[in-house]
């Protein structure tokens, strides 16, 4: 089993910066990706940026690329999400998720095992 807590959310400023966090405890040393995602109210869930534990290979959606960066801390069993020049479209709630198994279709929520509990970050225009 695998937990996975997530904070830094908060209300920011359009055109604002915010980092997530995300921490890993339990099983995690067959760690193969994890990633964030996104849900706003009345909204699927919508992948927002995933990086592979061992390379450190990133992948974004398209509103990610380019504002969002993904990073992790292997020591620390954490991975990051910074966000800059943030807009009211990002309002959402964040989710981190973790999988332990080589993936196709990572995009898709369906493809992660564990997941946290969510941060709220809201934008103000």
């Known amino acids: 089993q695998v937990q996975l807590v997530e904070s830094g959310g908060g209300l920011v400023r359009t055109g604002g910066s915010l980092t997530l966090s995300c921490a890993a405890s339990?099983?995690?040393?067959?760690?193969?990706?994890m990633a964030w995602f996104r849900q706003a109210p009345g909204k699927e869930r919508k992948f927002a940026a995933r990086?592979?534990?061992?390379?450190?290979?990133?992948d974004y959606s398209d509103y990610a690329m380019r504002r969002f960066i993904i990073s992790r801390d292997g020591a620390k069993n954490t991975a990051y999400l910074k966000m800059d020049d943030l807009k009211p479209d990002d309002t959402a709630v964040y989710y981190c998720?973790?999988?332990?198994?080589?993936?196709?279709?990572?995009?898709?929520?369906?493809?992660?095992?564990?997941w946290g509990q969510g941060t709220q970050v809201t934008v103000s225009s």
């Open positions: 990086i592979t534990w061992q390379t450190g290979i990133q």
């Open positions: 339990g099983d995690t040393f067959n760690t193969y990706a």
């Open positions: 998720a973790l999988t332990p198994r080589v993936q196709t279709g990572f995009r898709s929520p369906d493809t992660w095992e564990y």
